[in-house]
Structures are given as structure tokens and as C-alpha cells.
């Protein structure tokens, strides 16, 4: 992904963010509804096909050409990935603290666009704390309810309480972010300053819900995209998704339907955290041995 084409990426997720706090400022709860319906528009249009393109990253990083060896990367990371969503049935509580944790790692690791070292680390830091303290620490009542149907209430009320103590320090780290970019490169800085302003408003004035998902489909997920397909000028990544997708999007199907008899709202909410958090963690490990190759930048 070039300096370009982040810039670009960039500036129009701040013009939407805008767009959808302007809004908010004119109909006041215009987003308060649309939440959840939001959340899953997100899922199927940007953030399952994001996830999909694990397919060729893996090949592309592993180097797979044989039959034999892509059935193991797929089994070992559909394993994965049942093994957590089993240990989340069992220990919902700690889950929902690890995927908040990992969540923070991930969020920097793949939205950074400053690079390593002492002058990127900073960066890694606030964009991977903004999508998670900000809105449970400005928005704690909603935040708590939330992650209650995640994991017991005791655990939601606790991680919410951890982050309130947390959004100011994390308002500083974005701020230290900007002049440690501001040190080597004005117009990074400039960039990064939009960027993380934009979340900071998004989620200061939007419902966590909605902001989350804004957050995830149009920069989080979207970048994803645009650096895999990178990779090759072919657009052979997205095309190699789209039955990844299908039986991602049939998985979630089929979740939801064991779940049918809850309450069809927090069914909905389990199927999608659930599922993001069993998919994060392979999605990690690749991203990460995908960057050690240089396959990623």
C-alpha cells in the first residue's frame, strides 16, 4: 500500500466520519438504532472478506503449492479458531479479556503505517488503544452492556472500569504519536494527526456500537484489503475470497441458529464478537509472520 494510496484511504474515512457525526449533531440518536444492523453490513461487505484474504496471504507467505500442504494451513487454522470459540464457552470471562488485549496488539500492528522502531512504536500503540479504551472508556453504561452478553457482568463492569482509567493516557499516547512522527516526516504527521483525530471524535460522540463498526469495516478491514491486494496488481487475492467468504458468512449462519432461542439481538452479538475473537489470533500469527518475510509492509 502506498504513501498515496493511505492518504487517500485516510482522508476519505475522515470525510465519513464527518459525514456520520454530522448526523448525529443533526438528529440527535440518529445512530442509536443502528447499531448492530451497522455492525453486520460491516461484517459481510468488508470484514469477513478481510479475514478471507488469509487464504492468499498464507500461500503467498508459506509458500504453498501443494493440495496436501494448503489443506493443513486451512485445517490448522480453522482448529485454531474452533479451539478458542470451545474456550470461550468455557471461560468467557478471560476470552473476552484476551481478545481485548490481542485486539489492541492488532489493531496497531495493522493500521500502523509508520513502520518500527522508536519512532513507530507510538503510533502502534494509540491506534491500537483507540478502537478499544475510547469507546468503553467515554461510553461506560453502553460499553458494559455490551460485553454483558459477552461474558459475565462482574468481568464487563471490570474491563469497563479499567478503560475509563485509560482514555485520557490514551488521548496523550495519540498526541505523542503525532510528534514522534513530526520528528522525521511533517506530512506522516499531518496524515496521522487526521486519522487519529477522526477516531477520537468517532468514538467520543458515536455510540460504541456503531463507532466500532464504522471503525472496522471502512479502515480497519478496508486497509487490509488494499495492502493484500497490493501484493498482487492481478486482483487474484479478492477473487480468492469469495468462497472463504461464503463459508465464513454460512459458519456464522449456523451459529446463529443454535443460538436462536436467546434474545435474537445478543445471539447476533455473540455469533459476530465470538467469531472476530476466534479468527484474531491465527489472523495475528500470519500478519505477523507475513511482515518478519516482508510479504506485508
Not at 513502520?115 to 513507530?120: F, I, K, M
Not at 455510540?207 to 487474484?236: E, Q
Amino acid at each position: 500500500m502506498t504513501s498515496i494510496a493511505a492518504e487517500r484511504h485516510g482522508l476519505w474515512f475522515a470525510l465519513l466520519v464527518t459525514l456520520t457525526v454530522a448526523l448525529d449533531w443533526r438528529y440527535p440518536g440518529f445512530w442509536e438504532g443502528w447499531g448492530l444492523a451497522l455492525l453486520l453490513i460491516m461484517v459481510v461487505v468488508t470484514g469477513v472478506p478481510h479475514g478471507a484474504m488469509d487464504l492468499y496471504l498464507g500461500l503467498h507467505t508459506l509458500k504453498l503449492r501443494q493440495s496436501s500442504r494448503m489443506l493443513g494451513f486451512l485445517l490448522g487454522y480453522g482448529g485454531l479458531a474452533l479451539a478458542l470459540i470451545l474456550a470461550w464457552w468455557w471461560w468467557s470471562g478471560a476470552m473476552l479479556g484476551l481478545f481485548l488485549a490481542l485486539s489492541v496488539v492488532h489493531f496497531g500492528d495493522s493500521d500502523s503505517l509508520g513502520g518500527e522502531g522508536p519512532l513507530g512504536w507510538p503510533e502502534h500503540l494509540a491506534r491500537g488503544l483507540c478502537p478499544v479504551v475510547l469507546p468503553l472508556g467515554l461510553h461506560p453504561e453502553a460499553s458494559a452492556a455490551l460485553l454483558a452478553v459477552l461474558a459475565p457482568p462482574a468481568v464487563a463492569s471490570a474491563l469497563v472500569s479499567l478503560a475509563g482509567s485509560l482514555w485520557i493516557p490514551t488521548l496523550l499516547v495519540c498526541l505523542v504519536a503525532v510528534l514522534a512522527r513530526l520528528w522525521s516526516d511533517e506530512r506522516a504527521a499531518l496524515w496521522l494527526s487526521l486519522e487519529l483525530g477522526a477516531l477520537s471524535i468517532l468514538f467520543g460522540v458515536l455510540p460504541p456500537l456503531a463507532a466500532f463498526a464504522l471503525y472496522f469495516g471502512l479502515l480497519h478491514s478496508t486497509r487490509h484489503l488494499l495492502k493484500v491486494n497490493g501484493i498482487s496488481r492481478s486482483g487474484r487475492p479478492l477473487r480468492q475470497t469469495l468462497l472463504i467468504t461464503g463459508v465464513t458468512l454460512l459458519a456464522g449462519c449456523l451459529g446463529y441458529l443454535l443460538l436462536r432461542e436467546q434474545d435474537p439481538g445478543a445471539a447476533l452479538l455473540r455469533v459476530v464478537f465470538i467469531g472476530l475473537a476466534a479468527l484474531t489470533v491465527p489472523h495475528m500469527l500470519l500478519i505477523h509472520l507475513a511482515r518478519r518475510r516482508r510479504v506485508l509492509v
